[in-house]
Structure formats: structure tokens, C-alpha cells
């Protein structure tokens, strides 16, 4: 992916838009922060390694799992432009609503932030879906979440502390590459 559409991209989506009022200040600061819940707003180091990774283009169908305050979603909005199509999913549901709140700070119709249900893994009914990014902590590739990439689909996701990247592949096998540690809250 173009680096400048990475970067546009944070320009055009304030982190800010994305936190409680009382971490707005701390809106700067290169680290995970406390949006309540047990739930953060991830590193945005973290959050830009995860873009370049899943190399999202305009027009593509992305789903974003475990939204959280909606920030991903946002900027996956951005990456995406009018023409594509963002589906953020959350299971906590205040943070549903708070995700919501914050989008329509960028006012992007083709984003919206749904419900997540418990014990299913992403959207298979929407499915296939051009990226995926995953922004929980997975104890092993969740094949239900492989199955929903289109053909040559990207999803980033960390699996056991290891930041992942699957490319859907014509042969059914995905192809699937590390690319560093890290930490997140646990995909449910």
C-alpha cells in the first residue's frame, strides 16, 4: 500500500473523535488507551503496522472485527472511500453505541458499527469480504474468519501474540506470514 494513504488516513481521522473525554488529552500518546469496558484504543503504531499489512484499496469490502470505539472503522472508512464498504463489529454493546457516536464525527455512510454475536466469528452471512482486520487477540487462526476472505483476501490478525497476515489464495490454502508481537485483549 501506498505509505501516503496510511498517513492521509490518520491525518483525516482524529484519534481524538475516537476516546472518552477524559483520555482526549492523552490523544497523542503512542500507546493502548482505556475506552472502559475492559477494552482499549489500540497503539497507533500497532493500528498503522495493521494497515500497511492489509493493504486496503478503494472499493474494497472490509470488516473489522472487534471495533471498539470505532477508530478502525473509521479509518478503514477512509481507506476505502465511498465506493467500498466497512462493517465494524462489536460485542460490548455500550461500546457499540459509542463506536456508532464517533463515526459520525467523519461522516462516512459506507462505515457502520453492528452488534457482534457471541460465539460467531466476523460475518459469514456477508461474507466474502476483501480485508479483514482483527483487532483481538486470537488463540489460533480461526478458520471461520479464513473461510469469509474473497479470492485474494487479506486479513491481519494477531494469533498467540504474533501479528498475522492471511492472503486468501486460488487454491483454497491461504498463505499466511509473521510479522512481529504484540499484545490485545482476547477475540471472544
Known sequence: MDADRVGDAFAAVPRTWFLPP????????????DIGHR????QPRTVESMLRLLDVRPGDRVLDVGSGSGW?????????????????????????EFGRTNLTHGGWPWARIEPARPGVY???????????LVSAEAPELPT????????????VIPVHGVMLLVEARGDGQPEVSRHGYYRFVPLR
Do not use: C, F, K
Not at 145 to 151: E, G, T
Open 72 to 96: 478502525t472503522t473509521g479509518l478503514l472508512a477512509h481507506l476505502t472511500g465511498p465506493e467500498g464498504e466497512v462493517l465494524g463489529l462489536e460485542l460490548e454493546p455500550d461500546l457499540v
Open 39 to 42: 477494552q482499549t484504543n489500540s
Open 144 to 155: 471461520a474468519l479464513v473461510d469469509q476472505l474473497a479470492p485474494a483476501g487479506r486479513m
Open 22 to 33: 477524559s483520555q482526549q488529552p492523552r490523544a497523542s500518546y503512542d500507546g493502548p488507551l
Open 122 to 132: 466476523g460475518d459469514p452471512a456477508g461474507a466474502p469480504y476483501d480485508r479483514i
